[in-house]
């Protein structure tokens, strides 16, 4: 893809994620800062494709827009917060100290840039952040703590249903 090209596709990305990421800051109603959230994770995984790692897009995708924002929204319509009982004016302060925050991120960005003189990230491999490439690494350095990881959620699994069982 040409540089112009990459660009335009960077900022198609960029500018709904800074936007949902707003949302997630302003909004009044949790559910809609979830949702706010949600866009945010799928641009970020655009923004992941642009730099070809497509398993951490894939991943971005599958746990976090999907596995954890899903957590997310079920823990919130549990507990099904009126807008009396999240106290108004504590979202006040928090959205005030989001959008500080935005800024300053925005400034380390808006700084890093200039410090870099206009040049972009380096050239990387062609298979660099592949699937393939990942799972080489996993199965070849990294097999042990793989394997010790997998073993370790297989005990915590084991343990879950042990505890969550009832005796009868």
Same mark, same amino acid.
């Given at each position: 893809?040409?540089?112009?090209?990459?660009?335009?596709?960077?900022?198609?990305?960029?500018?709904?994620?800074?936007?949902? #990421? =707003?949302?997630?800051? @302003?909004?009044?109603?949790?559910?809609?800062?979830? +949702?706010?959230? *949600? /866009? &945010?994770?799928? %641009?970020?995984?655009?923004?992941?494709?642009?730099?070809?790692?497509?398993?951490?897009?894939?991943?971005?995708?599958?746990?976090?827009?999907?596995?954890?924002?899903?957590?997310?929204?079920?823990?919130?319509?549990?507990? #099904? =917060?009126?807008?009396? @009982?999240?106290?108004?004016?504590?979202?006040?302060? +928090?959205?005030? *100290? /989001? &959008?500080?925050? %935005?800024?300053?991120?925005?400034?380390?960005?808006?700084?890093?840039?200039?410090?870099?003189?206009?040049?972009?990230?380096?050239?990387?491999?062609?298979?660099?952040?592949?699937?393939?490439?990942?799972?080489?690494?996993?199965?070849?350095?990294?097999?042990?703590?793989?394997?010790?990881?997998?073993?370790?959620?297989?005990?915590?699994?084991?343990?879950?249903?042990?505890?969550?069982?009832?005796?009868?």
């Amino acid at each position: 893809m040409g540089d112009k090209a990459e660009m335009a596709v960077f900022w198609i990305f960029t500018v709904p994620l800074i936007a949902s #990421s =707003l949302g997630v800051v @302003v909004a009044k109603n949790p559910i809609t800062a979830a +949702m706010s959230l *949600v /866009g &945010a994770f799928f %641009c970020l995984a655009g923004i992941y494709v642009l730099l070809t790692a497509h398993l951490v897009a894939f991943l971005q995708i599958l746990v976090y827009a999907g596995a954890i924002m899903v957590l997310f929204l079920f823990v919130i319509m549990l507990l #099904s =917060l009126q807008d009396e @009982v999240l106290g108004v004016s504590r979202l006040k302060v +928090m959205q005030g *100290v /989001g &959008a500080v925050g %935005c800024i300053g991120v925005f400034a380390v960005v808006y700084r890093a840039i200039l410090a870099s003189g206009g040049r972009y990230m380096p050239q990387v491999d062609e298979g660099y952040g592949t699937v393939k490439a990942v799972g080489r690494l996993l199965f070849t350095q990294y097999l042990l703590p793989f394997e010790a990881t997998s073993l370790l959620l297989l005990v915590a699994i084991v343990g879950a249903v042990v505890v969550a069982k009832q005796r009868i």
